[in-house]
T-cell receptor, first 113, second 116 residues
């Protein structure tokens, strides 16, 4: 059974701080790892990391995949109150079925002004 | 561009009542999914439809049924609601299977269901 563990489960920091969110996984036949941001409603896609694309960056957010350590980190620099959200990590196996995606429980990030 | 639209946004049911959650996507995606999200449990897959005309069970299908009405619409039915089904329900779609590298899941805004 595939497994995704995120840490910490919750984190409170001050505006301007840099945060690192962790995601570790156990998956049969890894295909991709995805990060989503969930504010009050729908999760929205941030990054997809694969064997051929282990590092992604968008503005103040960046993510790295460590296939040796079976983990990924999501970094947010110069945090803003708008970064407050639940950050979800999901891992996909290459089994071919549409149910090959496993989500972690999420990290609840709170940015205090 | 609406994306994935879910109705209703909120619903309160009494134990034993039935209801159908509606989902429609306008992105011409092949695959559609229903998840539930509970505190401390993350997102769990209830049912999915890899393509029009097919449906399959996910991780937590008991107590639910689904219908892929056409390529756009995928509904979730609770035949006899139970308090354990109190949750936030998300519909999602993707172009091909779960991910196609540049086609990750697109989620609707969710339905908050309370069963008393």
């Amino acid at each position: 059974e595939d497994k995704v563990v995120q840490s910490p489960l919750s984190l409170v920091v001050h505006e301007g701080d840099t945060v690192t969110l962790n995601c570790s996984y156990e998956v049969t036949n890894f295909r991709s790892l995805l990060w989503y941001k969930q504010e009050k409603k729908a999760p929205t896609f941030l990054f997809m990391l694969t064997s051929s694309g282990i590092e992604k960056k968008s503005g103040r957010l960046s993510s790295i995949l460590d296939k040796k350590e079976l983990s990924s980190i999501l970094n947010i620099t110069a945090t803003q109150t708008g970064d407050s959200a639940i950050y979800l990590c999901a891992v996909e196996n290459s089994g071919g079925g549409a149910d090959g995606l496993t989500f972690g429980k999420g990290t609840h990030l709170i940015i205090q002004p | 561009n609406a994306g994935v639209t879910q109705t209703p946004k909120f619903q309160v049911l009494k134990t034993g009542q039935s209801m159908t959650l509606q989902c429609a996507q306008d992105m011409n995606h092949n695959s559609m999914y229903w998840y539930r999200q509970d505190p401390g449990m993350g997102l769990r897959l209830i049912y999915y439809s890899a393509s029009e005309g097919t449906t399959d069970k996910g991780e937590v299908p008991n107590g639910y049924n689904v219908s892929r009405l056409n390529k756009r619409e995928f509904s979730l039915r609770l035949e006899s609601a139970a308090p354990s089904q109190t949750s936030v329900y998300f519909c999602a779609s993707s172009e091909i299977g779960r991910t196609a590298y540049n086609s990750p899941l697109h989620f609707g805004n969710g339905t908050r269901l309370t069963v008393t």
